[in-house]
C-alpha cells in the first residue's frame, strides 16, 4: 500500500509512519516546519496550498490526513489561519485525494462537542465550543472517513512540543510542583494505539465516523495520578485545581470523552484501557 501521511512530523503521524514502514508500506510522510523521523519526506504547507501537488506525483492510494494547527488558544486568537489550515487544507487535500482515486482518512477531534455530556457516540450532534473545534468540523465536511480521537499523549516529543504526558514527566521527575484540573473529563489515547487502528481503517478502506480512543473515561487530575504512579513519581506534587483557574484563551470542553464501543466491534486492534496504554507507553520511553 502506497500512504501519504499528512502531519507526518506530528505526535500522531510520526507514530503513523513508523508503524507503516514497519508493516512494509510504501510510506511519504508530509512536514511543514519540523524535522522528520521517518518515512520519505514531503514538505508542503496548507497555509496557501503551497506545494501540495507533490501529492500528484506521490499518486497514494491512502491519505491519512493528521496535519492540523493544533493550538486550541492560538487557533481562537489567529482565526484566519486556523481555518484556512484545518478547514480550507482539509479541502484542498480531500479534492486531491478524489482527483487521484485514493481515500482519505480525516482525523478530527473531540473537541468537535461542546462537553456537556461526555461519552459521545458517533452520531451525537457536534456543538464546537471554541474556534478549534469549529474549523475540525467544518473539515470533516470534505472526507467520508472521519476519525475522532481525544488528548493524544506518547513517548516522544514531535513537531517541537511535549504532549502532556511527557510534560508531566518532565516536572515530576524534576520535583515541580504541577496543577492539574479536577473538573475536566477525557478518553485519553496512546498514539501508537489510535496509529494502528487508522492503519486499520486505511487497510480495509472502511468510511463512516470512528470515535478512536482510549477506552477508559478520567479525569485529567486522576489521569496526571495514574502516570504518577506508573512511572513512580511522586503524586503529592500534583495539585488539584479547577478549569475555572486556568488562564486558557478558549474555552474547553469539560466532558469530552468518547464512546469507543463502535471501534470496538468493529476493529481488530482494540482501543486500550488506560493501564494497557501506561504499560506500552512505558516499554516506549524505556526503549527511547
Ligand atoms: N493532540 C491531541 O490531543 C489531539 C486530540 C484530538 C484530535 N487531535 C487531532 O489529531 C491530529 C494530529 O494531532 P497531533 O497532536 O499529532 O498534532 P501535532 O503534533 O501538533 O502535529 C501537527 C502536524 O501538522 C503539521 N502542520 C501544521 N501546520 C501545517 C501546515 N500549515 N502545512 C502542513 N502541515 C502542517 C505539522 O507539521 P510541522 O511540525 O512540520 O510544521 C505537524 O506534522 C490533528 O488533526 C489534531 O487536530 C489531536
Redesign the pocket.
Known amino acids: 500500500m502506497r500512504i501519504f501521511i499528512?502531519?507526518?512530523?506530528?505526535?500522531?503521524?510520526s507514530k503513523i509512519v513508523e508503524i507503516g514502514m514497519i508493516r512494509g508500506y510504501e510510506v511519504y510522510a508530509?512536514?511543514?516546519?519540523?524535522k522528520l523521523e521517518f518515512g520519505e519526506p514531503v514538505k508542503?504547507?496548507?497555509?496557501k496550498n503551497t506545494d501540495l501537488e507533490v501529492i500528484y506525483k506521490i499518486e497514494p492510494e491512502v491519505i491519512i490526513h493528521?496535519?492540523?494547527?493544533?493550538n486550541v488558544d492560538e487557533c481562537e486568537v489567529n482565526k484566519e489561519l486556523a481555518y484556512e489550515?484545518n478547514a480550507e487544507?482539509t479541502r484542498s487535500v480531500a479534492k486531491i485525494a478524489k482527483e487521484l482515486g485514493a481515500s482519505i482518512v480525516y482525523?478530527?477531534?473531540?473537541?468537535v462537542f461542546s462537553g456537556d455530556k461526555g461519552m459521545y457516540k458517533e452520531d451525537d450532534e457536534p456543538n464546537p465550543i471554541n474556534y478549534y473545534g469549529y474549523t475540525?468540523l467544518m473539515g470533516e465536511r470534505y472526507c467520508d472517513c472521519i476519525v475522532?480521537?481525544?488528548?493524544?499523549y506518547g513517548a516522544k516529543p514531535?513537531?517541537?512540543?511535549v504532549?502532556f504526558a511527557l510534560w508531566l514527566l518532565n516536572k515530576l521527575k524534576n520535583g515541580e510542583k504541577v496543577n492539574i484540573v479536577t473538573d475536566q473529563y477525557i478518553t485519553p489515547?496512546l498514539?501508537t494505539n489510535l496509529a494502528k487502528m487508522l492503519l486499520e481503517i486505511a487497510e480495509r478502506g472502511l468510511k463512516g465516523i470512528f470515535h478512536l480512543a482510549g477506552a477508559t473515561r478520567i479525569s485529567r487530575y486522576d489521569f496526571a495520578l495514574r502516570i504518577a504512579n506508573k512511572f513512580g513519581l511522586d503524586g503529592d506534587l500534583i495539585t488539584p485545581s479547577s478549569m475555572e483557574e486556568m488562564k486558557w484563551v478558549a474555552s474547553r470542553p469539560k466532558d469530552s470523552s468518547l464512546d469507543t464501543s463502535k471501534a470496538l466491534r468493529y476493529l481488530r486492534e482494540k482501543p486500550y484501557v488506560l493501564d494497557k496504554a501506561l504499560e506500552v507507553l512505558k516499554e516506549e520511553m524505556e526503549k527511547c
Open positions: 499528512t502531519g507526518g512530523s506530528g505526535l500522531l503521524g508530509g512536514y511543514c516546519h519540523s508542503f504547507d496548507l497555509v493528521t496535519a492540523a494547527l493544533t489550515i487544507g482525523v478530527s477531534t473531540d473537541y475540525k475522532r480521537p481525544c488528548v493524544i514531535a513537531s517541537g512540543k504532549n489515547t498514539n
